[in-house]
């Protein structure tokens, strides 16, 4: 491995990456790009010196490191063996304050192992929970509190809900989770189930996406709308699809960042969806 690990200069800190088993990730650093650069914006918006980050998926750190310098505390969670070993040598290379676990997280504690997902994206490997060697626990029983929770964790974000049930009961976190239509299917989980458990805590629920250059909010009615009007192919005929972040915010926190009605977000969806087509269609006959 060590013949396929570079370190890029970032803006963020220098960040080595295996170049073979994340050749997605190291070609956007090639073009002197950064990796989730508005996820660490909208993160950051919500983040205090007082608080406790919590980055289940935390992969090689691009979003651990970058908020661990605002945090009080950042506790990073990566089940895959290779990788973490890459997480905790960025960790120290930029002298952040990061707790790293070698751990998976889910519904209860036992155990899993990794599967690979797509090959070249080392971050989509998904963690099987059953039998295996890497061990799985729930946030509720590793930790007290946290402030914010970010989950990138292919397919699982509803088992580690439900095991971090008693912290977002109890102090009402703010939560960024990833819906990935293929791995939320193959882990059973339908759209409504993440829905519901926000609904039910008294959540509310967001699209980040930039509208004029400025990172903002839009208000999601309904995850499956969202789902529905971004990859309606993926969503109709089980198509794989990119991915979206969705922000879940509980009711009554105020929001740092600009907030546009459902109807006005869906609107910039479904224009963006037409607009891709449209590109695709004349790359496809030009």
């Known amino acids: 491995m060590k013949d396929t690990v570079k370190t890029f200069a970032t803006p963020h800190g220098e960040l080595a990456i295996d170049t073979a088993r994340d050749a997605k ?41 970058p908020l661990a310098r605002k945090a009080a505390n950042t506790v990073a969670y990566e089940a895959d063996a290779a990788t973490c070993a890459i997480l905790r040598q960025n960790v120290e290379r930029n002298n952040v304050s990061v707790t790293v676990r070698q751990k998976g997280i889910g519904a209860k504690p036992g155990h899993g192992e990794m599967a690979s997902v797509r090959e070249g994206n080392a971050g989509a490997h998904s963690l099987s929970v059953g039998e295996g060697g890497i061990e799985v626990v729930t946030l509720d029983g590793e930790l007290e509190k946290f402030d914010m929770l970010k989950l990138d964790v292919e397919g699982m974000e509803l088992a580690v809900l439900l095991g971090a049930a008693r ?6 976190p703010t939560v960024l989770f990833e819906v990935n239509l293929s791995q939320l299917r193959a882990h059973y989980t339908p759209l409504r189930a993440l829905d519901s458990f926000f609904r039910m805590r008294r959540y509310h629920l967001y699209l980040p996406f930039r509208l004029g250059g400025v990172l ?18 993926a969503y109709l005929f089980r198509r794989t699809s990119s991915v979206f972040d969705v922000l879940a915010v509980p009711g009554g926190k105020q929001l740092p960042l600009p907030v546009v009605s459902s ?12 607009r891709n087509k449209t590109r695709r269609i004349r790359k496809y006959f030009v």
Do not use: C
């Open 263 to 274: 109807w006005h977000m869906l609107a910039f969806v479904f224009g963006e969806n037409m």
């Open 167 to 172: 912290i977002i009961g109890e102090t009402h």
């Open 216 to 233: 903002t909010l839009g208000v999601v009615p309904s995850i499956s709308l969202i789902a529905l009007l971004m990859y309606p192919g």
């Open 25 to 65: 990730m190291a070609a956007v650093f090639e073009r002197g790009e950064y990796h989730q650069k508005d996820t660490v914006e909208l993160l950051s918006a919500f983040l205090s010196p007082e608080s406790v980050f919590v980055d289940g998926g935390a992969h090689i750190g691009t979003i651990a490191i």
